[in-house]
Structure formats: C-alpha cells, structure tokens
C-alpha cells in the first residue's frame, strides 16, 4: 500500500515502525518528478549551450569566464534560502504547521531584501569582474554584459528557488518541477529569439522567415532572466492562491522571529560559507583555466554543461533526502532519519554509476552538442572521461550532503567541502595545470570528487551528523 509522505510523517510521529518498501516507494514518489525535472533542465541547458556554441568559441568562452562567479553568488544566496526549506521540513514532522508558513513569510521578506542588494552587487562588479578573473580583453564586453544582467534577476530566481524547495519539503515534487519545466521551455524560446538574427530556414521544402534580435551572449542571459522572472512569479503565485499546508492566505504574523533567525544563522550561515567555499575554489580553477587558451576555457565550459548530464539524478534524490530525513529529524525519530540517508545515498550512487557509463561512452558526442569546434570536442571529451570515473563517489557526496542538510548538519557539510575541495582539487589543478593543461585539472576535480565522497559517507556511517537535533 502506497502512503505519502505527510502519512509517513504522521507515523513517525507515533512511532510506528515503517517498512522499507514503504520508505523506498515515498523516496522514488518525490525523486523521479525532481531527476526527470533535472533531466529538463539538463536538456534545455545543453540547448542554450549549444545556441551560444555554435556562434563561435569566444561567445562559449566569455559566458565560461563568468560562469564559475554566477555559481559563487546564487550558491550563497541558495545556501542561506536552503536553510528555510529545512526548517519547513523539520516543522512539518513535528506537526507544526503554523510555524511552518510563519517560516515562509519571512522568508519571503528575506528574497525581497536581500535579491535586490545581491543584484545590485551583481550589476554593480558586472564592469570589472571579467577582467578580474583574466579574461582576455576581447572577452571582457559579452562577459560584462552577461553577469550583469543575469545579476538582475537574481530576486526571481530566490524566489522560485526557495518556494519550490519549500513545496518539495511538504512531499510535493511534482509542482516544482512542472514549474522548472516551464521556465527551461521558455529560456529555449528565449534565448533562440534574442540570440539568432532574423533569417530563413527551410522547413519542409519552404521557405520561411525566423524573427531574432541577434544580441548573441547578452541575448542567451535576456533570456534565461526573463525565465527566472516567470518561474518566481508563478511559484510565489501558487503560493498565494493554491490550498495546502503553506498556503499563506491563512491568518497569520509576518513577524520576523528569534527562532527562525537563530536557525538561519545555524543553518544557513553555514550553507551559504559552503556554498562561498566551493564557487570560490571554482572561480580560482577558472582563473588557471583562462590561461590556458580559448580553446582549454570553452571545453571547460562546455564539459562541465555535458557533465550535468550524470550528477541531475543525484540532485533530484538529494531533494528526497532533504525533505525525509527533515521530517523524520522534527518527529524525533533517528532510526528513520539513518534508514532513509542510507536508502537515498545508496540509490544515488548507483544511478550516477549507471550515468557515469553513458558519460564515458557518449563523451565525443555530447560535447558534439554544444559545438563544431574539434579542438574543443577532442579535448572536452578526453577530461568528460577522465571525470566519469567520478560520478559514484560524486554522488555519495551529493545525497549524502542532502540527508545531512535536512537534519540542521550544515557545518559538517560544510568543513567536508572546504577540505576536499581547497585541499585537494585546488592544490592538485595549481600543481598539474602547467605540464598536463586541462587534463591536469580534470584529473585534480575526479580525485577530489572520490575523496569527497568516502569522507561523506563516514561521517554518515558515524551518525554523529544526527546530534544536532531538531531546529528550535
């Protein structure tokens, strides 16, 4: 007999003991919307990808120059909405739901405060952030006028960010990734519209006239903003008017709340410093990336965009763990809390073996996706196979890092983070980059990825990740 997650929690809450295939079926019921809407996601990348590849390198290469500095900024600023989503999750274990969308208006007061400063900051750095990152001077106008208006619409994404993760929490997987859906659907339509000229194609034997504005890079970023702008508008819409455990037309305080700030500092604070820690470590291997060549920056790019293909599955399982452990953690409940960590991590690793084969295998023709270029798909696919040795350990890391998160563990995450990847992979890139180039760095991100993984599921294996307890 199928349950749901609320009747899990529900369970637990009464300290029945559930079985496995139960446990497994409600990890599969919220997994499979979230792998097939990173698998989407996945795919409308490689599409924008490909739309910006095929102009040329320098329009891929100006878009990698920065890249690496969008992951810095919106990974602090998801790391710190993240720890909202976990308090939702651990209230709703607990049964206390009007603490739980006490925690939603007020984080809706945080997107709104904080998105604007951040995209001011964006803007702000957008001039001279190329050239900090040593761009070469052709690179740097596109790049400039990429991260700055991406940086605009950062309140949006917040918003669509937090709300779906706030969704997931209550067991609804589906909506949020109907909602990314949309928005990948329309950053295709977009950026095909903003980045193409207008032309004729030939379209079962006629002829016809395509409309563009032709605006290349800043066009691929005008376009992925204005997707960000549709999804946060309609997830804080679903918000509003759907029914539901955070529907926030019920009466309640808009009050800001000592609880909620003390578990935002112990949460989120801690988030956010990993989430600095890891995009900081990878804007510094894109400053040995960019001078190693045109062609060593644009394969970086686009091997990192074909690598998403094998880690979106162990994300999505990530979501599941958060939500679950969360719940089970605010119900009290340890043993389930370790039953379903164990149960997430196990299947996250084996469906990122599975994807590491397929990156192995297709690694000359995903990278023949993105670009025309033969340098770039021949050296692009050599570190692709370098990284598929990867992708299990990777996602130990991944599901594992989730299951903790979920349970207040954030600073374990984070010092695991900070040590592998400052360690190890920056360490192993500075030493290796001069006589190997791209190759040495990819080697350098495979060997931290493995180490990564096994110290993650030692401390899983200790159980000291539980000791935090449920948030106040």
């Not at 600023?77 to 209230?91: D, H, K, N, R």
Request: with cysteine.
């Amino acid at each position: 007999m199928s349950i749901t997650l609320e009747q899990l929690s529900a369970k637990m809450r009464q300290g029945e003991q559930v079985p496995l295939q139960q446990t497994a079926q409600i990890v599969l019921t919220l997994s499979i919307p979230s792998i097939l809407q990173q698998i989407v996601v996945t795919a409308m990348e490689y599409i924008d990808a490909a739309m910006v590849g095929h102009i040329g390198a320098s329009a891929t290469a100006s878009i990698g120059i920065v890249s690496s500095s969008t992951w810095l900024l919106h990974g602090m600023l998801a790391g710190l909405y993240m720890s909202f989503s976990i308090q939702v999750a651990q209230y709703l274990g607990a049964d206390r739901q009007e603490d739980a969308r006490g925690v939603l208006r007020q984080s809706m007061l945080f997107n709104l405060f904080v998105g604007l400063a951040a995209a001011a900051f964006g803007i702000g750095i957008s001039r001279y952030l190329p050239g900090w990152l040593g761009a070469d001077p052709a690179l740097q106008a596109d790049a400039s006028a990429y991260f700055a208006i991406w940086a605009a619409s950062l309140p949006f994404a917040m918003a669509m960010g937090t709300y779906s993760s706030m969704l997931r929490s209550t067991g609804d997987a589906l909506t949020p990734g109907l909602i990314s859906v949309l928005t990948c659907i329309l950053d295709a339509i977009f950026n095909y519209v903003l980045i193409n000229p207008t032309r004729t194609i030939l379209l079962a034997g006629h002829s016809i006239t395509v409309f563009g504005f032709g605006w290349g890079v800043p066009g691929a970023a005008l376009g992925t903003a204005l997707s960000n702008v549709v999804g946060g508008l309609l997830a804080l819409a679903l918000l509003l008017f759907r029914d539901g455990v955070l529907c926030i037309r019920r009466p309640g305080s808009w009050r800001i709340t000592k609880a909620c700030l003390q578990n935002l500092w112990k949460v989120g604070a801690p988030l956010a410093a990993e989430r600095a820690a890891l995009s900081s470590a990878q804007v510094l291997l894109v400053r040995i990336v960019s001078g190693l060549g045109t062609t060593a920056i644009a394969a970086n790019s686009l091997g990192v965009s074909a690598e998403s293909l094998c880690y979106m599955a162990g994300y999505g399982v990530q979501d599941a763990s958060l939500a679950m452990v969360g719940q089970a953690v605010g119900a009290h409940r340890r043993d389930m809390a370790k039953r379903i960590a164990w149960l997430c991590t196990g299947m996250g690793m084996a469906i990122m073996a599975l994807t590491g084969v397929g990156l192995y295998v297709f690694a000359p023709a995903l990278m023949g996706i993105f670009t025309a270029d033969a340098a770039v798909i021949a050296l692009g696919a050599q570190v692709l196979r370098i990284e598929a040795f990867a992708e299990p350990m990777f996602g130990a890391s991944i599901v594992a890092s989730g299951a903790m998160q979920g349970a207040g563990d954030s600073t374990g995450c984070f010092v695991l983070n900070l040590v592998s990847m400052w360690g190890i992979r920056l360490t192993l890139a500075v030493l290796l980059a001069p006589r190997f180039g791209l190759v040495g760095v990819w080697f350098a991100m495979c060997a931290e990825l493995c180490t990564r993984g096994a110290l993650f599921l030692l401390r899983l294996a200790r159980g000291k990740w539980l000791d935090k307890g449920a948030l106040a």
